[in-house]
């Protein structure tokens, strides 16, 4: 599965990589290209997930604000509803294309 912004491919893992999380896929955090990812201080935190951290998506000459987001250190119940632990890992906004 890919990731990407215009014609570049922002990131790239096997589909058993993918955790799926009310219908986003979240990208292993080694999957996603270095140097796309810049941290943005928009503030959230998912009331079952935990606080999140939102990311501006710089690729080329594109740029999406707050693009992307993971939950670096999520609360330890989230693991057992996901079945997973997704620490880390990055999910994408709409505008970036995810998919085969």
Avoid at 45 to 57: D, I, L, M, N, R
Avoid at 59 to 87: H, I, L
């Amino acid at each position: 599965m890919k990731a990407t912004i215009g014609d570049t491919v922002i990131a790239e893992a096997a589909d058993d990589e993918i955790i799926r999380i009310e219908g986003n896929a979240y990208f292993p955090p080694s999957s996603v290209k270095q140097g796309v990812l810049v941290e943005s201080p928009t503030p959230y935190t998912c009331p079952w997930k935990g606080e999140c951290q939102y990311f501006h998506v710089e690729a080329g000459t594109e740029r999406m604000t707050d693009g992307a987001w993971s939950y670096p250190n999520p609360y330890p119940s989230a693991f057992d509803r996901v079945g997973a632990d997704f620490s880390g890992y990055v999910a994408f906004s709409p505008g970036i294309t995810v998919g085969q």
